[in-house]
C-alpha cells in the first residue's frame, strides 16, 4: 500500500499493568472495508476507541490521511462511531439523534437539515425522523446510529460490533446493507467483529488479531486460504479448521495409517500439527487414507457435517446433502497439501524444506 489513509503504528495499551494491545500496527486504505476481526478480549474495542480519540495509547502514533491524530481530541478527528448498544438519546427524535454532532460541529440549521434527510435516506429510514427511538425496531435503531456516523460526512466510520445486538435473519440484511452504503458513499470503514463469517462476506481485508497483536491482515480469500498460524486457521472458516497433531510414526502403524510421502516426512520431523477444513476433506477407502470413528452426522440444510475422531482428536467431514456413511469406523482422504503448522509455535511447517534437509 503507498500511503495509506490510515496508519496505526505500534499502537500499545495497557489498563492497570494488563496489556490491552502489545504494538499492533495496521495500515488501511483510503475507502476500504477493513474488519477487525479476533476473539473476544483480544483488543478489538480498545483499538477502535483509540482511533476515535476516546482513548490514549501509552505508545505508539494514528496517522489518518497522513496527519498525526494522535493527540487531536475525538470531536477533531471527523471520525464516525456507532457501537453495538447504537447509544442513541432516547428523549431524542430520530431527526435530533442523526443531527446531533451536525449542531455540535455548528452547521447552519438548512445544511444540518439536508444532510439529516440525506443520511436518513442512506439508511433507508426516510420519514421517520419525527420517531423516537423506543418506537423504533432493533434495527432501525442500528441504521439511526448508522445514520448519525455518516451525517458528519466523516474521513473514517468506525463500527464496533454493529449488528451483534440483531437476529440472525436481520444480521445479514443490515450487513449486506452496510457494505451497500459503503460502496456507494466509499467512506473509508473499520468495522469491529469477533464473527469470522461476517468479516470474510463484507470486508474487502480483514485483520485478525489475538491478544492484543496482529495476527494476520489480508484478503478474506488470503485469510481463508492462507492461515499465517494455527491460530489463524483455527478461527477463520465455518466451522473453522480442526487442529490434529499428527501421530508418531508408531501409533500410525498401529491403526494401519500409511500417510502419504509428505506427511510422512512431517512425522518424522515431530511436532506438526494439521489444519484440516470440513470442506477440504472428503471419505475414502485404503490405508492412505486417516482412520477415524464416526461420532454424530450434524444436518444443516445444504449439506452435512461428519463428526469424527481419529487418534483421539475431532475433526469434521463435509459430507453431500444426500451422501449417508457406513460407520462407525471410516476413511478420510486428506487434502493433498494440507496446511501444516509446529505445533508448539502455531507457525506453518514447510514440508518441502524438510525433504532438504534430509539430504546429505
Ligand atoms: N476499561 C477497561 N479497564 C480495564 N480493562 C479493560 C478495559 N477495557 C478493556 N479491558 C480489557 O482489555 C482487554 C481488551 O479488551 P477489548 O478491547 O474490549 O477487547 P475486544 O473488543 O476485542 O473484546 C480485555 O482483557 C479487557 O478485559
Ligand atoms: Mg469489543
Not at 27 to 48: N, Q, R, V, Y
Not at 267 to 278: Q, S, Y
Not at 298 to 319: K, M
Request: neutral net charge; contains cysteine.
Amino acid at each position: 500500500m503507498m500511503s495509506p489513509h490510515v496508519l496505526i503504528d505500534g499502537i500499545a495499551k495497557s489498563y492497570g499493568g494488563a496489556p490491552a494491545l502489545r504494538g499492533a500496527t495496521i495500515e488501511i486504505g483510503e475507502g476500504e472495508f477493513a474488519a477487525l476481526l479476533g476473539p473476544s478480549g483480544c483488543g478489538k474495542s480498545t483499538l477502535l476507541r483509540i482511533l476515535s480519540g476516546l482513548l490514549e495509547p501509552d505508545r505508539g502514533r494514528i496517522l489518518l490521511g497522513g496527519e498525526d491524530i494522535t493527540r487531536l481530541p475525538a470531536w477533531d478527528r471527523d471520525i464516525g462511531l456507532v457501537f453495538q448498544n447504537y447509544a442513541l438519546f432516547p428523549h431524542m427524535t430520530v431527526a435530533q439523534n442523526v443531527g446531533f454532532g451536525l449542531e455540535m460541529r455548528r452547521l447552519s440549521r438548512g445544511e444540518t437539515r439536508t444532510r439529516v434527510v440525506d443520511a436518513l435516506a442512506a439508511v433507508g429510514l426516510a420519514g421517520l425522523d419525527r420517531r423516537r427511538p423506543s418506537e423504533l425496531s432493533g434495527g432501525q435503531q442500528q441504521r439511526v446510529a448508522i445514520a448519525r456516523a455518516i451525517a458528519i460526512r466523516p474521513r473514517l466510520l468506525l463500527l464496533d460490533e454493529p449488528l451483534s445486538n440483531l437476529d440472525a435473519v436481520l444480521r445479514s440484511s443490515v450487513r449486506s446493507e452496510l457494505r451497500e452504503l459503503h460502496d456507494r458513499t466509499g467512506i473509508t470503514t473499520v468495522m469491529v467483529t469477533h464473527d469470522q463469517s461476517e468479516a470474510l462476506s463484507i470486508a474487502d481485508r480483514v485483520i485478525l488479531m489475538k491478544d492484543g497483536s496482529v495476527v494476520q491482515a489480508g484478503t478474506p480469500k488470503e485469510i481463508y486460504g492462507r492461515p499465517a498460524t494455527a491460530f489463524a486457521a483455527s478461527f477463520v472458516g465455518n466451522p473453522p479448521a480442526a487442529l490434529f497433531p499428527l501421530p508418531s510414526a508408531a501409533a500410525a502403524g498401529a491403526a494401519g495409517w500409511q500417510p502419504p510421502p509428505l506427511l510422512r516426512d512431517a512425522i518424522r520431523r515431530g511436532g506438526v500439527t494439521m489444519a484440516l477444513r470440513p470442506e477440504d476433506l472428503v471419505l475414502g477407502a485404503g490405508p492412505a487414507c486417516l482412520p477415524a470413528k464416526l461420532r454424530r452426522i450434524e444436518f444443516q440444510g445444504a449439506d452435512q457435517l461428519a463428526l469424527a475422531e481419529a487418534f483421539g482428536q475431532p475433526l469434521a467431514v463435509r459430507l453431500g446433502r444426500g451422501e449417508t456413511v457406513a460407520g462407525p469406523q471410516i476413511r478420510i482422504a486428506l487434502p493433498e497439501r494440507p496446511l501444516l503448522y509446529d505445533t508448539a509455535t502455531g507457525d506453518p511447517v514447510a514440508i518441502e524444506q524438510l525433504a532438504e534437509e534430509e539430504q546429505p
